[in-house]
């Protein structure tokens, strides 16, 4: 039996040591405890929140190394390995930074309004324009499309609403050529890009690039945001418009209670399905939060069946609360009993 030669293994070893340096591509997901938003929403003149409500996140390590990857999954409690999301999306995480603050800034827009509609007011809002939320990897336009770019016009039709955009794109053909109109850089300019080559799963015309409306909305001066462009993308959504709606009511919709939850939400109210949802009600459970609102699920998206899942297997002490709207969370919470 030959015997290999002492550079032969040397080289064998510090292959094996500088692999654990090397990026895998993968994110490793991990329970996050719930931020209480309490100081990070503020109302003068308002009433303090009677018990605390919690904005759910997921923590992760991005394009991690497989040392890492192995050591918590042993040691932490709910961990996910995923393929990366900044190489998932073909997005650098600089964009990814912007795009989460973007989303911030319009779930704060959303909860404003949506908070002083609920109490009777009738707040202006005004539609701006469509950001750039999901670009398909494939679509062979998507660098004609940046980011930061807002979308205001197609084939020099401006654009009044979400049902106009996509009216527009389903009556063409695939592969057909569109112009966009985009403010870029405070300038308008107008770019040619094609439509998805490919129909959807109905049978549609789509882009390879999925919008979402950017909306101004009048200001109340009472209304405070304090350092909470950090604290995440439109999962936060939900959770800061009950933060704001809590302050702004008379009564208290907490009433002691500790409530963590997570969503998105539209202009109209409607709660929409998030990710991270095992590592997200594990987090909530863990820092002692008695309730987890969740989105109910839908036709894609399982949230609800995920947490009540996780709360059985993981042997959870916290109740659930589904919802589908921004009126089906407050109902709930105005019925939660009193915690002494």
């Known amino acids: 039996m030959k015997r290999w030669a002492p550079w032969i293994v040397l080289v064998v070893l510090l292959m094996v040591i ?30 303090e929140l009677d018990g605390d409500l919690g904005m759910t996140y997921v923590s992760s ?21 995923v ?28 909860a404003e309004y949506i908070a002083r509609g609920i109490l009777g007011e009738e707040p ?24 930061t770019d807002i979308l205001v016009g197609i084939n020099g039709e401006k654009l009044e609403s979400y049902d106009q955009l996509d009216q527009l794109i389903v009556e063409k053909e695939p592969g ?32 390879g690039v999925f919008f979402e409306e950017v909306y101004e909305t009048s200001k109340d001066a009472n209304i405070e945001w304090q350092n909470i462009e950090n604290l995440g993308g439109p999962s936060a959504g939900l959770m800061i418009t009950l933060t704001l709606l809590d302050k702004m009511m008379e009564e208290s919709l907490l009433k002691g209670n500790a409530v963590a939850g997570t969503g998105t939400i539209t202009i109209d109210g409607e709660v929409g399905p998030i990710g991270g949802v095992k590592q997200k009600v594990i987090g909530a459970a863990n820092a ?16 609800e069946s995920i947490a009540r899942m996780t709360i059985s297997e ?7 609360i589904p919802v589908g709207t921004i009126e089906d969370a407050v109902n709930a ?3 939660l009993p009193e915690k002494k």
């Open 18 to 47: 500088g692999s654990g340096f090397i990026p895998t591509g993968y994110d490793i997901l991990l329970a996050g405890d719930p931020i209480n938003l309490d100081e990070f929403v503020q109302y003068e003149g308002g009433s």
């Open 61 to 81: 390590l991005e394009n991690t190394i497989w040392p890492f990857m192995i050591i918590t999954k042993l040691v932490e409690e709910g961990v996910e390995i």
């Open 83 to 110: 393929p990366s999301v900044s190489e998932e999306l073909d997005m650098s995480i600089e964009d990814l930074d912007y795009q989460n603050k973007l989303m911030m800034e319009q779930s704060k827009i959303k």
């Open 124 to 147: 202006k809002l005004e539609l701006q324009g469509f950001y750039p939320v999901y670009y398909l990897p494939d679509w062979n336009d998507k660098d004609a499309v940046k980011v």
């Open 176 to 207: 057909e050529m569109l112009t966009f109109s985009l403010i870029r850089e405070g300038q308008e300019i107008e770019v040619d890009v094609r439509t998805y080559p490919y129909k959807d799963y109905y049978g549609n015309t789509v882009l």
């Open 288 to 303: 002692g939060f008695d309730y987890f609102i969740v989105p109910l699920d839908g036709e894609w998206d399982k949230n």
């Open 314 to 320: 993981e042997g959870l002490d916290i109740e659930l």
């Open 333 to 335: 919470l105005e019925k």
